[in-house]
């Protein structure tokens, strides 16, 4: 990842690093390995994971649907 300073402003740059880092889910990642994750654990929140997806993925058409009929 790459970010350049433009007019010695370092304060705007750590800003656009720090919003590409979120983006990309850096920080998450880093949390997360901070401690081991046994595999039974990883399944886990891996599964809660793509149930948490799911769901959201099906208010956001349900908020869709319900602005088409209007």
Same mark, same amino acid.
């Given at each position: 990842? $790459?970010?350049?300073?433009?007019?010695?402003?370092?304060?705007?740059?750590?800003?656009?690093?720090?919003?590409?880092?979120?983006?990309?889910?850096?920080?998450?990642?880093?949390?997360?390995?901070?401690?081991? $994750?046994?595999?039974?654990?990883?399944?886990?929140?891996?599964?809660? $994971?793509?149930?948490?997806?799911?769901?959201?993925?099906?208010?956001?058409?349900?908020?869709? $649907?319900?602005?088409?009929?209007?």
């Amino acid at each position: 990842m $790459e970010v350049s300073v433009r007019d010695n402003n370092v304060d705007q740059a750590l800003k656009v690093l720090k919003k590409k880092m979120q983006r990309e889910g850096t920080f998450r990642e880093m949390k997360r390995r901070r401690h081991y $994750e046994k595999p039974s654990e990883m399944r886990q929140r891996k599964k809660a $994971e793509a149930i948490r997806r799911t769901r959201k993925l099906a208010r956001k058409q349900a908020q869709r $649907e319900l602005e088409g009929k209007s």
